[in-house]
């Protein structure tokens, strides 16, 4: 059974900048595309990066140029580097995962099957 475990949510402020850890366990890397989502109180959930198996990394437009996605194959984690932090991106994070090999990430929720419990980025004004 796969886990995602998330970390390094939080508070910070306008401005500033905070680094997303997805520990994933229980398969194997090869083939897996790896993401986050986020949802934001009262809005839907929505598709923020996503690093496929091969590399290939694909960014919401609110986000790009501002966050970063990476991943360790070796440790079987991804991380979401995010700079320029506004208010608007309060939101839980969710770390996501896919075995469907593809060579570009999904943006879609329905794409991922596996899901991390989420965490929490506060960005204060």
């Known amino acids: 059974q796969v886990q995602l475990v998330e970390s390094g949510g939080g508070l910070v402020q306008a401005g500033g900048s905070l680094r997303l850890s997805c520990a994933a366990s229980g398969r194997t890397m090869r083939g897996y595309t790896m993401g986050w989502l986020r949802q934001a109180p009262g809005k839907e959930r929505e598709f923020v990066a996503g690093?496929?198996?091969?590399?290939?990394?694909l960014y919401a437009d609110s986000v790009k140029g501002r966050f970063t996605i990476s991943r360790d194959g070796a440790k079987a984690t991804v991380y979401l580097q995010m700079n320029s932090l506004n208010t608007e991106d309060t939101a839980v994070y969710y770390c996501v995962g896919s075995g469907n090999g593809d060579l570009r990430p999904g943006t879609k929720a329905a794409q991922y099957e596996d899901w991390g419990q989420g965490t929490q980025l506060t960005v204060s004004s």
């Open positions: 690093i496929s198996c091969f590399g290939a990394t």
